[in-house]
C-alpha cells in the first residue's frame, strides 16, 4: 500500500470515529491493522467496532494495541499508554513506567508529554529528581504559549523559592 492510501484511509478512519461509525472506520483501518501501521494501531485501540466485544475484552485488545503503537514509537501513543500507567488505567499504576513513556513521547515532541515529563523530573516521580531538567521542560512548553504548562511553571517557580 502507497502513501496516499495509507492516508486516506487513515483520514476515512477518523472521520468515521468521529460520527460514531466504528465499524467502517475499523474496515478503513484493517489493512492498515495488519501491517502494524502505528497510528493505526492507535486509532484502532480507541473504540470497539464490534457490540459482541465485552468490556473486558475491548480493554485487553485497546491496551494491547496501545502498547504496540507506543513500542513502534507513535507518539500520541506513548502519550496515552504513559497516560495508562499514571493513572492506573487498563494497567497497574506505575510511576516508573509512567515517566518512561512521557520521557520517550517527550523525545519525539510531544508537547503535554514534555509537560507530564517535566514535572515528573521535577517531583521526583518516578524518576530521580532533577528540578532544573524539569522546569526547563516544562518553560519549553509554556514558551509555546501552553496556557496549563505556564500556570503550571509558575506555580513551581514559586515551591522552588
Request: negative net charge; charged residues 25%.
Amino acid at each position: 500500500m502507497d502513501n496516499k492510501e495509507r492516508l486516506q484511509r487513515l483520514v476515512a478512519a477518523k472521520k468515521n470515529i468521529e460520527v460514531g461509525d466504528y465499524g467502517v472506520a475499523s474496515n478503513d483501518i484493517a489493512p492498515l491493522v495488519t501491517q502494524e501501521d502505528p497510528e493505526a494501531l492507535f486509532l484502532s485501540s480507541t473504540f470497539s467496532a464490534s457490540a459482541e466485544e465485552s468490556d473486558s475484552d475491548f480493554e485487553a485488545r485497546s491496551f494491547k494495541l496501545l502498547r504496540r503503537a507506543a513500542e513502534l514509537g507513535f507518539a500520541p501513543a506513548m502519550y496515552a499508554l504513559a497516560v495508562c500507567y499514571a493513572t492506573g488505567d487498563l494497567v497497574d499504576q506505575s510511576e516508573s513506567e509512567a515517566a518512561r513513556w512521557y520521557e520517550a513521547a517527550a523525545k519525539v515532541g510531544h508537547q503535554s508529554a514534555k509537560l507530564h515529563y517535566g514535572i515528573a523530573l521535577f517531583n521526583g516521580a518516578g524518576v530521580t529528581i532533577d528540578r532544573p531538567a524539569g522546569l526547563a521542560l516544562i518553560r519549553e512548553v509554556a514558551n509555546v504559549g501552553d496556557p496549563t504548562a505556564a500556570e503550571v511553571l509558575a506555580d513551581l517557580e514559586k515551591q522552588r523559592d
